[in-house]
């Protein structure tokens, strides 16, 4: 038998005594076990569930439409939005016209470096773009993520501890399967011939990697933000403006 993983959020209307009990027990009744379960922003609540029968998922759907007391607002396949929601107990604020578009505070690291550290486990070419002002932990997040997946990250260019450019990668550092650190502005703006050919070879793995600054990126290269799978933006708060006339000056005063 081969289980599936469903992801069901129900909305409560009335929290009177011994629900969560009553829902649990249907669920045990129909073999359908509960892997996880946690409060999802205030009168919401979310369960990781799995089964070997997708039918019993449907019953269990149908059934909770006659419940009063709750309304069941999803039951489907779980994404990975489900699953850090269930985690850690709320949704990750995503923008409503550009949907690759993720949004997290300063106190959110620990939500935002879960998930980098799920969009890291996976293999294949994808493109993330991390935008934030200075200072505000964007590679310190990546690095974690790193850790989280146990992956291995490799700078092509950083300002984390001073302006680093690379011109070349040791063989082990050129491993696709590593996390690839790029500073958008270092890149473009201090790059040089044999840098930029580097960073062109990077682009053009099967690799994740992991661009701070997407905007001056684009702006200053050949690719484009259809490149970018998804776009981050960290903030120290949730009114805090991203300029990047602030700071792209002080990447240039020395050369």
């Known amino acids: 038998m081969e289980y599936k993983q469903w992801y069901m959020e129900y909305k409560i209307h009335k929290n009177r005594p011994g629900l969560l009990g009553d829902i649990a027990s249907m669920l045990g009744m129909l073999e359908v076990n509960i892997l996880t379960i946690n409060g999802v922003e205030g009168k919401t609540r979310g369960m990781l569930l799995e089964t070997s029968d997708d039918e019993k998922i449907m019953l269990m759907g149908e059934m909770l439409k006659k419940v009063d007391n709750i309304t069941v607002t999803a039951l489907r396949s779980p994404r990975l939005v489900d699953k850090l929601a269930v ?8 923008d409503s016209d550009d949907r690759k578009t993720f949004r997290f505070t300063r106190d959110e690291l620990g939500l935002l470096v879960d998930f980098l550290g799920e969009l890291f486990k996976r293999e294949g070419n994808q493109v993330i773009g991390l935008r934030g002002m200075p200072r505000v932990g964007k590679t310190e997040s990546i690095i974690a993520g790193s850790v989280c997946a146990m992956k291995r990250w490799t700078f092509v260019s950083s300002t984390l501890l001073r302006q680093t450019v ?3 990668l040791a063989e082990d550092e050129m491993n696709p399967h590593n996390v690839f650190i790029i500073d958008g502005i270092v890149s473009t703006i201090r790059s040089n011939e044999k840098h930029y050919s580097l960073l062109q070879n990077v682009m ?5 990697k992991v661009i701070e600054h ?7 290269s050949e690719y484009s933000y259809d490149d970018f799978d998804i776009i ?22 020395d050369l």
């Open 87 to 94: 985690r850690h107990g709320r949704y990750i604020d995503r």
């Open 166 to 168: 690379r011109s070349q």
């Open 204 to 208: 053009s793995m099967p690799s994740t």
């Open 214 to 220: 997407p905007d001056i990126f684009v702006r200053e």
């Open 232 to 253: 981050i933006e960290l903030r120290n708060n949730p009114n805090e403006e991203i300029l990047y006339d602030s700071f792209t000056t002080s990447y240039s005063d």
